[in-house]
């Protein structure tokens, strides 16, 4: 039996019934075109999936995530990640919440400090550019892109001034190496969303 607060963190990201998204894949390109509806989405039990996110949403889910790319226009409400292990994950929203995830590199715009419990080895940066094809995605989102607080990361299980051994900022050249590994918004194949 694990602590009441573990317990009740490892269930605090339930996805909302009917949620659209991609579930229980591997070795797969996902990618959600750009138009599609902004009701809330998932990712979910993916293994070296690489994914793109071209359609703005409510909310993102993402759970159950191992060796996998997400790629993803701005949401414009809150992203919940919960057990994500060896990713790169390229998120923007108001508000992100991360739990019992490792080895995962963030880069991030969030107009909230992104909050993170149970977490070890992540490594932040800034959310990438934009392509100008997808400059629009800011304003559906709601968001800003001169306001980010991608580095002030709120570590729930280090409450010291000191700075959190479970995240750091990733070094210039780190973030460059890691932006060049990132596939491109604007090519793929057709999506294939799953109920």
């Known amino acids: 039996p ?3 607060s573990a317990a009740a963190g490892s269930d605090s990201f339930t996805m909302p ?7 229980d894949r591997s070795d797969a390109t996902l990618v959600r075109e750009a138009g599609e509806a ?3 989405f998932a990712l979910s039990n993916l293994t070296n999936c690489n994914v793109r996110l071209l359609s703005t949403s409510r909310a993102l889910w993402i759970r159950g995530l191992k060796g996998c790319t997400v790629y ?3 949401v414009g409400g809150s992203i ?3 057990e994500c292990h060896n990713c790169t994950i390229v998120i923007g929203s108001r508000q992100m919440r991360m739990h019992t995830s490792t080895d995962c590199s963030l880069f991030l715009h969030v107009a909230s400090h992104p909050i993170i419990e149970h977490c070890s080895a992540l490594r932040v940066a800034p959310y990438p550019e ?3 094809e997808l400059h629009a995605a800011w304003a559906a989102a709601g968001l800003q892109p001169d306001k980010n ?11 010291k001034q000191s700075q959190s051994p479970n995240w750091s900022v990733m070094a210039d050249e780190q973030a460059a190496e890691e932006r060049l590994k990132l596939p491109s918004l604007l090519v793929g194949p057709s999506p294939h969303v799953e109920d």
Do not use: E, I, K, M
Not at 17 to 23: L, M, S, T, V, Y
Not at 149 to 159: E, T
């Open 149 to 159: 607080s991608w580095n002030q990361v709120d570590d729930f299980d280090w409450l």
């Open 17 to 23: 019934a009917g949620c659209q998204g991609f579930r």
């Open 130 to 132: 934009l392509p100008l």
């Open 72 to 74: 993803a226009v701005p």
């Open 2 to 4: 694990g602590s009441a």
């Open 80 to 82: 919940y990640l919960t």
């Open 38 to 40: 902004t009701s809330d």
